[in-house]
């Protein structure tokens, strides 16, 4: 069974880092490119970066290039999230899904809450 | 960067049918045929219903079903029932990023 499971998330003043991290299980880890969503209190999702399977392409929305890096260990099947200069606007859930040969999100974590606030 | 047009809203009773419309531009839904659609139930994660424009995993009803005309990606679902009451959001690849749209609440009246 495929499982995905965030964690890390929790209260950061503005300015601060945080580093999630999304544990997989039940798949292949490295043979897939995998993502991590957003969704503000209330508001929508909003896709944030993804990576490929060996880690060797990334991209980034606009929004958080150049304070968010993503990565992942696939010795530990693990993705990572690293925030940086964090924002009240980053505060959010944050989901990490995997990414089926179509670009689609097949599978999805439970999320982890983020929350920037002074 | 922006995200993509939904409505905000769509609503039919049981047993008809509601469309939610997705408007993109020609360098995301227009260009590729990588649309897909999630369904999500308050406080729990999107669950994906339609991929690659209109296939479905593995598990979703039939009722569920998507098409692209130009820029614009189109979900139906036929045969309302109670369970389809939720919001769904619409997303493509764009080359270097992906994008979701706006999101549309369905109510089942």
């Known amino acids: 069974e495929v499982q995905l499971v965030e964690s890390g998330g929790g209260l950061v003043q503005p300015g601060g880092s945080l580093r999630l991290s999304c544990a997989a299980s039940?798949?292949?880890?490295?043979?897939?490119?995998m993502h991590w969503v957003r969704q503000a209190p209330g508001k929508g999702l909003v896709w944030v970066s993804r990576?490929?399977?060996?880690?060797?392409?990334?991209s980034y929305a606009d929004s958080v290039k150049g304070r968010f890096t993503i990565s992942r260990d696939n010795a530990k099947n693990t993705l990572y999230l690293q925030m940086n200069s964090l924002r009240a606007e980053d505060t959010a859930v944050y989901y990490c899904?995997?990414?089926?040969?179509?670009?689609?999100?097949?599978?999805w974590g439970q999320g982890t809450l983020v929350t920037v606030s002074s | 960067q922006s995200a993509l047009t939904q409505p905000p809203s769509a609503s039919g009773s049981p047993g008809q049918s509601v469309t939610i419309s997705c408007t993109g531009t020609?360098?995301?839904?227009?260009?590729?045929?990588?649309v897909s659609w999630y369904q999500q139930h308050p406080g729990k994660a999107p669950k994906l219903m339609i991929y690659?424009?209109?296939k479905r995993p593995s598990g979703v009803p039939d009722r569920f079903s998507g098409s692209k005309s130009g820029n614009t990606a189109s979900l139906t679902v036929s045969g309302l029932q109670a369970e389809d009451e939720a919001d769904y959001y619409c997303?493509?690849?764009?080359?270097?990023?992906?994008?979701f749209g706006t999101g549309t609440k369905v109510t089942v009246l």
């Open positions: 997303s493509s690849y764009a080359g270097s990023n992906n994008f």
């Open positions: 990576i490929n399977g060996d880690g060797s392409s990334t």
């Open positions: 039940g798949f292949t880890f490295r043979n897939y490119w």
């Open positions: 020609s360098s995301d839904v227009g260009g590729y045929n990588y």
């Open positions: 690659e424009v209109s």
């Open positions: 899904a995997r990414e089926n040969i179509a670009a689609a999100g097949d599978y």
